[in-house]
Nanobody, 124 residues
Framework: QGHLVESGGGLVQAGGSLRLSCAAS????????MGWFRQAPGKEREFVAA????????YYTDSVKGRFTISRSNAENTVYLQMNSLKPEDTAVYFC?????????????????WGQGTQVTVSS
């Protein structure tokens, strides 16, 4: 049984930065692809970024390219999402997810483990 716990969310002004962390426990996720999704009020959960098992391949949704960076430390069983130049439209609950294959997917249904989410609020 695996568990994912996100941290690092909070309130930040537009243009600011936050670094989200996702700590995995209960099993090793070093062979799993990992992803970040977000869900704003009244909207569906959307893909943000993903990273393959080795960390050598990443993918981002267009709206965050050049601003967000996903990374991982398999030694620490942790995935990160560095978010820079934040905008009010980035406001959402951010979820970490793990996919039990080595390469990432782009839809929520492709992921097998989920964290509880962390709130990110960007004020204008």
């Amino acid at each position: 049984q695996g568990h994912l716990v996100e941290s690092g969310g909070g309130l930040v002004q537009a243009g600011g930065s936050l670094r989200l962390s996702c700590a995995a426990s209960g099993r090793t996720f070093s062979n799993y692809a990992m992803g970040w999704f977000r869900q704003a009020p009244g909207k569906e959960r959307e893909f943000v970024a993903a990273i393959n098992w080795s960390g050598r391949s990443t993918y981002y949704t267009d709206s965050v390219k050049g601003r967000f960076t996903i990374s991982r430390s398999n030694a620490e069983n942790t995935v990160y999402l560095q978010m820079n130049s934040l905008k009010p439209e980035d406001t959402a609950v951010y979820f970490c997810a793990a996919r039990s294959v080595t390469n990432y997917g782009f839809t929520a249904s492709e992921y097998d483990y989920w964290g509880q989410g962390t709130q990110v609020t960007v004020s204008s």
